[in-house]
């Protein structure tokens, strides 16, 4: 499983954009690269994910460096509803489609 | 509807009973998982299910027992737990294949006493 670096926390303030990185080294050439984050008292909640090219959703948007050894998710403009933990995972395709959490990052948003 | 459901929500057992999680999802997604998650630390995987066959199990002790008796439905069996299972346990399914999302449930907060 490819290994992931991501800060232990971040600080935000609110309506401002923020930028969650993430190192993913190891990563091969077929693992899709996938972002969940975690509010207090609830399951994780999908976010977004790709594989080569940028994504954009109505949550954040994710580009992916070119070599794909790291990934930025970002929050256009932060809201306390963002106030989370954000895991970077990547997937294997050849491992039953598990999900591998790593520490993540504590994300807290300043009003 | 992109809801999964786990009851109970809440569950306090001593350490001879035996009793069941339940999760459901009518999603029509044919993969579904149990995570286990201490406090304060990332959820780990237990077990996989792909159309209704266990396809992973990440070296869970026998004391979990899990079941998935039709496309819809998870089960945990749970018997004899120690006091370091206590912990969230969450429920997710998807479409089968690495490009799909998982869907969480809240979970069922287990204490073992």
């Known amino acids: 499983d490819a290994k992931t670096t991501q800060p232990n926390s971040m600080e935000s303030n609110e309506e401002e954009p923020v930028h969650l990185p993430c190192n993913h080294s190891?990563?091969?050439?077929?693992?899709?690269i996938h972002w969940y984050r975690q509010l207090p008292s609830q399951g994780p909640e999908y976010v977004i994910h790709?594989?080569?090219s940028n994504v954009n959703n109505r949550m954040a948007s994710l580009a992916i460096a070119e070599d794909r050894k790291s990934s930025t998710l970002i929050l256009h403009r932060a809201t306390l509803r963002d106030a989370a933990v954000y895991y970077c995972?990547?997937?294997?395709?050849?491992?039953?489609?598990?999900?591998?959490f790593g520490q993540g990052t504590e994300l807290s948003v300043k009003p | 509807d992109t809801e999964v459901t786990q009851t109970p929500k809440h569950l306090v057992m001593g350490m001879t009973n035996k009793k069941s999680l339940k999760c459901e999802q009518h999603?029509?997604?044919?993969?579904m998982y149990w995570y286990k998650q201490k406090a304060k630390k990332p959820p780990e995987l237990m077990f996989v299910?792909?159309?209704?066959?266990?396809?992973i199990n990440e070296s869970v002790p026998s004391r979990f027992s899990p079941e998935c008796p039709n496309s819809s439905l998870l089960n945990l069996h749970l018997h004899a737990l120690q006091p370091e299972d206590s912990a969230l346990y969450l429920c997710?399914?998807?479409?089968?294949?690495?490009?799909?999302?998982?869907?969480f449930g809240p979970g069922t907060r287990l204490t073992v006493t």
């Open positions: 995972i990547p997937r294997p395709y050849n491992q039953g489609g598990k999900l591998i």
């Open positions: 299910y792909s159309y209704e066959k266990l396809s």
């Open positions: 790709g594989l080569t």
């Open positions: 190891t990563i091969s050439g077929t693992d899709y």
């Open positions: 997710a399914s998807s479409q089968r294949g690495v490009s799909y999302e998982q869907y």
């Open positions: 999603m029509g997604h044919r993969a």
